[in-house]
């Protein structure tokens, strides 16, 4: 009866292999069996079917109990993927062992039996082993490169106090140029109509003053003197002093 058993399992397997798919030459999807719970759709890519060679199997969960799977395809491979010990295979002739499925969040080791060969049903489901799935490491968090601290921003260059005497002094050039050079030369030395004014009597900035802000320039002395908050008066006497002589 189990040799009888084994020669229908192969001959199930043939047929569906040779007479309704078409061989696979090449293994491009993943190997490990998986299960899909919302489908009921047992996959093994890889099932090591001696005397037949090496199949790429699809179940569908048939009955739920006792648990039953039905043969839905078969494909055998013209160019087989590699075996190993990982992989399903049917045993004794009759049973199809699978060492590792993952359902849900644990990882089963399973054997079901040949219940019918035609058509090809497993059940009698024995679970031989069960464990959880193992978690994945996490990544370690890649340590951050320091950060450059930036250098520190230099306090502006404080504006230099401006210094009264030389703004008044500016100020009396041009004072001179316009309404003195005329008469007493572009250097202070002198014109046709002006004496010097390096070497006048008026030696002291005070009396120097005085004298522009009353008397100067002649017919006109209120174009420079030191009034309505004007100081052409003190610029000039202070370019006078400081510059000319």
């Known amino acids: ?16 292999a040779f007479g309704l798919l078409a061989p696979l030459s090449l293994l491009h999807a993943q190997t490990a069996p998986s299960f899909n719970s919302s489908t009921g759709v047992l996959s093994l890519p890889v099932v090591d079917v001696p005397g037949t060679g090496v199949v790429n199997a699809t179940l569908g969960l048939s009955n739920q109990n ?3 799977f039905t043969l839905q395809s078969a494909s055998v491979y013209t160019t087989p993927p590699t075996v190993n010990s990982s992989s399903p295979r049917v045993v004794n002739g009759s049973t199809l062992y699978i060492p590792r499925v993952q359902v849900g969040s644990e990882l089963y080791e399973l054997n079901m039996g040949l219940v019918s060969s035609a058509p090809i049903i497993f059940g009698n ?14 990544a370690p968090t890649p340590t951050p490169a320091p950060t450059a601290t930036p250098a520190p921003t230099p306090a502006p260059t404080p504006a230099p106090t401006p210094n009264p005497q030389q703004a008044s002094i500016a100020r009396g050039q041009t004072q001179y140029a316009a309404q003195c050079a005329a008469c007493h030369g572009g250097n202070g030395t002198g014109g ?11 030696t002291t900035f005070a009396t120097l003053r005085t004298k522009i802000n009353n008397t100067m320039p002649p017919g006109n002395p209120s174009a420079c003197a030191d009034i ?7 610029d000039v006497a202070n370019y006078i002093i400081n510059v000319l002589r």
Do not use: E, N, Y
Request: hydrophobic share 40%.
């Open 192 to 202: 046709q109509s002006g004496q010097s004014v390096t070497d006048s009597s008026f």
């Open 1 to 16: 009866m189990l040799q009888r058993s084994r020669i229908a399992l192969l001959q199930q397997f043939a047929t569906l």
């Open 66 to 68: 006792p648990i039953q």
């Open 125 to 138: 489901l024995q679970v031989v082993s069960v464990v959880p799935v193992p978690s994945a490491t996490p």
């Open 228 to 234: 309505g908050g004007g100081t052409c008066a003190t």
